[in-house]
């Protein structure tokens, strides 16, 4: 019996068909299109990494070439814009501050070195001057406390004109009273060194006779800002409570220590606004701000006090009156209007100050000083004979030796 072993192994499956030659043909065409498609997406992708890429390349050279145009503008100075740099360089070019600081150290020396410098003793005139000056035999001035009082530059020869002033007392004379002189020096200062071209020449001293006027117009001196005031100093300057209590929020002042006064009384209060028609028992809106003058009393030893007076910036909160600032100057009236020049001038009727200005505060009490005709004096600083602003004891102090 013959097995046939190829029937058994087809056994179950369905016999295969015959194709037709149509159907193969569709069918590789299908496929066709499908690799078709395909490598036209392979395209398109590949053109979008190009461009890409170019794209990139552009945005880097761009920023290159961008960086080095302002570089080049910078070297060059090619900005229309770095005004406030400018001006900023021009400020630091103008003031030489090394310069300046050499001219004034040197003059200093060099005009108390004169003034003691004697016969035999020219080498210590050979370090700032040239020349041969003439000198006593013995030293005939004993110089002190050396200060530069003024200082002009000419930028031409490079030239500082240095004002110093000294305290000088006769040398042979311990009893003789010490003068404050002025000397001007013209000291030269180059990339070499520095140097006085000439020996001092004493001038006059600055006048002080000018007229200032401030801007306190009431007397407040019994109304609740001035005990503000008061409890204030008291706390800086004596140690008298705590400084801090008596600030306005967010304002920082410290107490001197060690204190430097025993205590203060305060002996007058003026004001630059009209506190008279506040009651004192009524309610103070917050954020009001008044700038006051304030005279006090400042006592050293058991006997004796100095006076000072304290510009102060005050501001009311929660019904009281703080210390918002010490004021680093006093407040001045505003420009008055100028007004044509005639051919009479009618006689002054302001009287010397006495230290504060002058009230027309109907309840502010006597005024210490006052005109003949009811008007308020206006405030000025004493001229040569007047009593000084801050002298307690009612004698110049620069009267000694002048």
């Known amino acids: 019996m ?12 369905s016999p295969k068909s015959k194709t037709d030659p149509a159907t193969e043909n569709g069918a590789d065409s299908v496929v066709d ?31 290159l070439g961008a960086g080095t145009v302002a570089l080049i503008l910078v070297v060059f100075g090619s900005s229309p814009t770095p005004n406030l740099t400018d001006n900023a360089t021009k400020d630091t070019t103008d003031v030489d501050t090394i310069g300046q600081a050499k001219a004034e150290d040197l003059a200093r020396q060099f005009v108390v070195a ?37 200082i002009d530059y000419e930028q031409k020869s490079r030239t500082y004109a240095v004002t110093v002033s000294v305290s000088v007392q006769a040398a042979t004379d311990a009893n003789a009273p010490t003068v404050r002189r002025y000397f001007q020096v013209p000291i030269v200062v180059t990339e070499a060194g520095v140097r006085a071209a000439a020996l001092p020449a004493e001038v006059a001293e600055p006048s002080t006779s000018i007229d200032v006027k401030l801007g306190y117009k009431y007397r407040v001196a019994n109304h609740p800002i001035a005990t503000s005031a ?28 060690p ?127 007047d009593v000084p602003l801050f002298s307690p004891s009612g004698t110049d102090p620069h009267s000694s030796g002048r």
């Open 2 to 13: 013959k097995i046939d072993l190829a029937k058994i192994n087809n056994f179950g499956r």
């Open 33 to 63: 299109e499908t690799e078709e498609l395909a490598r036209a997406e392979r395209a398109q992708w590949g053109l979008r990494q190009v461009w890409t890429t170019r794209l990139l390349k552009a945005g880097i050279l761009a920023a």
């Open 114 to 150: 004169w003034l003691q410098a004697s016969r035999g003793n020219e080498q210590e005139l050979d370090h700032f001057v040239s020349g041969n000056p003439s000198l006593p035999t013995a030293p005939l001035f004993a110089a002190t406390d050396p200060a530069v009082a003024s």
């Open 230 to 257: 008061h409890e204030f100093l008291s706390a800086m300057l004596t140690g008298n409570g705590e400084v801090a209590r008596y600030l306005t929020p967010g304002v920082s002042i410290a107490p001197i220590v």
């Open 259 to 385: 204190a430097p006064y025993r205590s203060v009384a305060i002996t007058d209060v003026y004001s630059s606004e009209d506190l008279s028609t506040a009651s004192a028992s009524a309610p103070l809106p917050d954020g009001d701000v008044v700038r006051l003058l304030v005279t006090a009393a400042q006592k050293v030893t058991e006997v004796d006090s100095v006076s000072g007076q304290y510009a102060l910036t005050m501001t009311s909160r929660g019904g009281r009156w703080e210390v918002s600032a010490i004021d680093a100057t006093p407040l001045y009236p505003p420009a008055a209007p100028r007004t044509p020049s005639s051919s009479t001038t009618a006689p002054s009727s302001t009287t010397p100050s006495t230290g504060a200005p002058q009230s027309a505060s109907p309840d502010s009490g006597p005024v210490p000083a006052s005109s003949e005709s009811g008007q308020t004096p206006a405030l000025s600083v004493p001229t040569a004979g």
